[in-house]
T-cell receptor, first 113, second 111 residues
């Protein structure tokens, strides 16, 4: 049984650019959630995908978008990057919308310069 | 927005001592979870307690939940240097399918 893997682990982008982060969910999990964690803070919910549909969204602008694929892997896309988007982006997978706890990946550290 | 608030923000103890961290939240919940995070890495799920449960144990961990006070505590007994990490509580209110995290307690266990 594999865990949650995220790629890339680190990324540096320029303000205004676009970025795609990837996540492979744990085997047997059908739900993927994305979180943004700024330095010294707790993770903030971006959105969740269940069966390839967005299934809940936090307080993030539309330039944050995502996809879930038939194999339950997922992408997070951020357009028009801003300096404040610099953070650790965490992907978490679960079964039946988190009723049994989430399995997190190690995250992607995004730096916007 | 944050839902849970951990207290204290930072805690430093000697190896072998017990560590207690508290979490308060604002709205009704379905369950509350505790996670550990080592230095900027992914979160590790420690324990989940449902709203109809009052106490739960897992190894050296003991979690309590008081829904009337909207609070939870995590006790780590006989702490080890390897327990050094940030600890977060997260609440699942069933709204919007989001789990809301507090800002965490940074625990340092000195050998």
């Amino acid at each position: 049984e594999t865990g949650v893997t995220q790629s890339p682990t680190h990324l540096i982008k320029t303000r205004g650019q676009q970025v795609t982060l990837r996540c492979s969910s744990q085997s047997g999990h059908n739900t993927v959630s994305w979180y943004q964690q700024a330095l010294g803070q707790g993770p903030q919910f971006i959105f969740q995908y269940y069966r390839e549909e967005e299934n809940g969204r936090g307080n993030f602008p539309p330039r944050f978008s995502g996809l879930q694929f038939p194999n339950y892997s997922s992408e997070l896309n951020v357009n028009a990057l801003e300096l404040d988007d610099s953070a650790l982006y965490l992907c978490a997978s679960s079964w039946v919308q988190g009723s049994g706890g989430y399995t997190f990946g190690s995250g992607t550290r995004l730096t916007v310069v | 927005s944050q839902q849970g608030e951990e207290d204290p923000q930072a805690l430093s103890i000697q190896e072998g001592e017990n560590a207690t961290m508290n979490c308060s939240y604002k709205t009704s919940i379905n369950n509350l979870q505790w996670y550990r995070q080592n230095s900027g890495r992914g979160l590790v799920h420690l324990i989940l307690i449902r709203s109809n449960e009052r106490e739960k144990h897992s190894g050296r961990l003991r979690v309590t939940l008081d829904t009337s006070k909207k609070s939870s505590s995590l006790l780590i007994t006989a702490s080890r240097a390897a327990d050094t990490a940030s600890y977060f509580c997260a609440t699942d209110a069933g709204n919007n399918n989001d789990m809301r995290f507090g800002a965490g307690t940074r625990l340092t266990v000195k050998p």
